[in-house]
């Protein structure tokens, strides 16, 4: 028995891939990242990471302001070594209103990015790509965790700090998310259980 050769995308290039490369490499895995020029392969979602999109989705959608759009997981071009793709993104609707045949957006569209933590991208959705939505500039970012017992979430929010260009803690929303930035938002969180 030989193993099957490995499809030449698998090696990357010198100097690592490009947000380019994701859209010309044939055959990538559904929902491939780039993250500092090497991709990420995700794993498929829990029922927890489902439910909080679309709960997160649903509330946005219904409050969002007629400039900004709500998109699911379609990437978003930071720079040349980073394109990863947020579980939801908000964009100024006049980027949106062209990108039928986009795969991702740019970082100068986002207004925010929402991450829903699962237990393969702990790491790069608490550490890695906030700090990277941060450099890109984008004013706020949200991360979704599952909260103690059952599966309610709870939202921690954040605003990039205009001085440092990092973001600061807003704050925890357990049982129902309510902000005014970057507009007028009331999510109860316990609706996770009715979908």
Avoid: C
């Avoid at 991450?115 to 790069?124: A, K, L």
């Avoid at 925890?172 to 938002?185: E, G, M, N, T, Y």
């Amino acid at each position: 028995m030989t193993a099957e050769p490995l499809p030449a995308w698998a090696i990357p290039p010198r100097g690592g891939f490009t947000s380019d490369d994701l859209d010309r490499i044939p055959d990538l895995p559904p929902h491939t990242e780039l993250i500092d020029g090497s991709l990420v392969f995700v794993s498929s979602q829990k029922s927890f990471h489902s439910l909080a999109m679309d709960l997160l989705e649903q509330g946005l959608r219904g409050t969002a302001p007629e400039t900004l759009r709500v998109r699911r997981e379609m990437s978003l071009v930071l720079n040349t070594r980073n394109r990863p793709e947020p579980d939801l993104v908000l964009v100024r609707a006049e980027a949106a209103s062209d990108a039928a045949d986009e795969t991702g957006y740019q970082a100068a569209d986002a207004v925010l990015v929402v991450e829903v933590v699962s237990p393969d991208s702990e790491e790069r959705d608490r550490k890695r790509k906030p700090q990277l939505y941060a450099e890109a500039g984008i004013p706020h970012f949200w991360r979704v965790e599952k909260g103690g017992e059952g599966r309610l979430p709870v939202v921690y929010v954040f605003e990039r700090e205009p001085a440092t260009g990092a973001y600061v803690a807003t704050g925890i929303h357990h049982d129902r998310l309510k902000v005014s930035v970057p507009f007028a938002v009331d999510i109860d969180l316990g609706g996770i259980d009715r979908l």
